[in-house]
């Protein structure tokens, strides 16, 4: 394969944004047999090489839907961000049988990482929570760039499009217009203000004996209950539930399977009823 890998560095666009820009536009696209290829060895043998040349060879994409919601004033390169994470997910998805390039599997992720980034962030108070609720943001907020305020007509015919009623649509126009309270006081307010902040009226509970000692005791009765469902499983069980969860490094199913002997799906089955035998008796 003729596909050269890029630092991993690469997909957090801090600093220069200009600059990452710049590198990720550098990195070769893949030909369609190259990417099943890859999306084999990945799918199949969880080659994590492999992903990681997936996710460096399509963050170029990521960066052309970034740019398309620089309208809402957040940061660029935390939306680029955003759709990177959207990405790997993608990549951890895509099945390359579904007889689709992985670009154009991987745009709804990318998206849905970037919006709810952006309803997050766009506001302190959330101004959409339901599906309906975030489609007409979106399309309400494109439509707002060539329009002030909408006319009754306006409005009805927004909500004729989106299949909504009008009065939907002004209570989100009234949610779009709408400022943010700041949480801290302003740092040119005087005494006589700076008192009325939301901050100054929080009540501080982490330093509550109380609630530091139901956290301890959580803590510590949670590692005792693990530790005795440990004790249940058998030797080859327990020694696959701590190397690929309790170790600071995560072991692979075909490095369990060569030092056992037996196949990857093996150590996958002895995995998986392990971990179901531990939870039910933490559940217990």
Sequence with gaps: MGTSLRPIEMLAPVGNLEGYIHAVNSIPVLTAEEERELAERYHQEEDLYAARQLVMAHLRFVVHIAKSYSGYGLSQADLVQEGNIGLMKAVKRFNPEYGVRLVSFAVHWIKAEIHEFILRNWRIV?????????KLFFNLRSAKKKLAWLTNDEANAVAADLGVEAKVVREMESRLAGQDTPFDAATD?????AYQAPANFLEDRRAD???????????????SRLHEALTQLDERSKDII?????GEEKATLHELAAEYGVSAERIRQLEKNAMKKVKNMLAA
Excluded: F, G, H, Y
């Design 189 to 193: 307010d005087d005494d006589d203000k």
């Design 242 to 246: 701590r190397k690929r969860w309790l």
């Design 126 to 134: 959330k101004v959409a929570t339901t599906k309906a609720q975030r």
């Design 209 to 223: 004996p109380a609630v530091m000692l139901e956290n301890e005791n959580w803590e510590e009765d949670s590692s």
